[in-house]
Nanobody, 125 residues
Framework: VQLQASGGGLVQAGGSLRLSCAASGRTFSDYVMGWFRQAPGKEREFVAA????????NYADSVKGRFTISRDNAKDTVYLQMNSLKPEDTAVYYCAADPSLRAVATTTPHRWGYWGQGTLVTVSS
């Protein structure tokens, strides 16, 4: 499956952005989808994941209550709505896919099978 992330940009603290990740090449609904991020000089970290149907969702503690992951299987797209953004949310955001339902609870990047290119989110203070 090929993944294409978009929607990054520059936003002030307290603002919102919505990231999108469009999938192609395979049946989108067969994949758990996730978002990770990597800040300069830091390791890639888990942000959120959503199961095939959307019934199971997992968030990193640092984004709970501020970020919302969703998917539209008819459009082969997963979204990340980011509200109340903080400067520490600044990072390159990556979407990922994996066919295993276990991926919803898998926060380790190397255990995810497919990755898109990143989209940069910069939050100014």
């Amino acid at each position: 499956v090929q993944l294409q992330a978009s929607g990054g940009g520059l936003v002030q603290a307290g603002g919102s952005l919505r990231l999108s990740c469009a999938a192609s090449g395979r049946t989108f609904s067969d994949y758990v989808m996730g978002w990770f991020r990597q800040a300069p000089g830091k390791e890639r970290e888990f942000v959120a994941a959503i199961s095939w149907s959307g019934a199971s969702i997992n968030y990193a503690d640092s984004v709970k209550g501020r970020f919302t992951i969703s998917r539209d299987n008819a459009k082969d797209t997963v979204y990340l709505q980011m509200n109340s953004l903080k400067p520490e949310d600044t990072a390159v955001y990556y979407c990922a896919a994996d066919p295993s339902l276990r991926a919803v609870a898998t926060t380790t990047p190397h255990r995810w099978g497919y990755w898109g290119q990143g989209t940069l989110v910069t939050v100014s203070s």
